[in-house]
């Protein structure tokens, strides 16, 4: 199975690497599909090896479930756990992340990038994003509407109403869902 970019934040990319289709998958579970997931998600993975990733999955899983709680409270507009804000300092303190400055289309944007490499970094580098996230934007957290579905999405869309993870997968669904039970009537 393919990963999922569809949370519109690595963090929240991050937590939908578990995700449920009819039955638990978890996307980085398997050996070297921890690393596979960084290095798509641009990540500065490159110069690790799997070994040292497959080594560090149960500690990553731990961390995406404690994002995952997370999302779930910032979608409830409940407060962050305490630990938890500890738990993401001490991975940013452990694991310094630079700010660069990037080209981005015709102007200029700014990115994080872990000094060191692995899967320590990688975990600080989704620790950095979730920071800066709930600084700006906490309130529009979503679930997506599918109850079959749990993607977790920052809702990007003008008046912050979008619905569906992806309108080509669970939109859609609940579309031709919506029509068949019209037509039935």
Not at 84 to 102: C, G, K, S, W, Y
Not at 132 to 152: G, K, L, M, P, Y
Request: charge should be neutral; proline fraction near 3%.
């Amino acid at each position: 199975m393919p990963f999922i970019f569809l949370g519109n934040a690595l963090w929240l990319d991050f937590v939908n690497t578990q995700i449920i289709d009819g039955e638990f998958i978890d996307l980085i579970g398997k050996d070297g599909a921890f690393l596979q997931w960084a290095k798509t998600a641009d990540l500065q993975a490159d110069a690790a090896d799997a070994a040292t990733f497959n080594a560090a999955l149960t500690e990553a899983q731990a961390f995406r479930a404690q994002l995952r709680a997370a999302a779930d409270g910032l979608a409830a507009g409940t407060a962050l756990n305490p630990a938890f804000i500890a738990d993401i300092n001490r991975r940013m303190a452990e694991h310094p992340v630079a700010t660069v400055l990037e080209t981005s289309g015709s102007g200029w944007a700014t990115s994080a990038k872990p000094v060191t490499t692995g899967p320590q970094s990688v975990l600080a580098e989704i620790a950095s994003d979730f920071a800066r996230f709930v600084t700006d934007e906490a309130t529009n957290v979503r679930h997506c509407s599918n109850e079959r579905c749990c993607i977790v999405f920052y809702d990007t869309s003008k008046n912050h109403t979008r619905r569906w993870c992806s309108m080509e997968t669970c939109g859609n669904r609940a579309k031709a869902a919506g029509r068949r039970a019209r037509i039935a009537r």
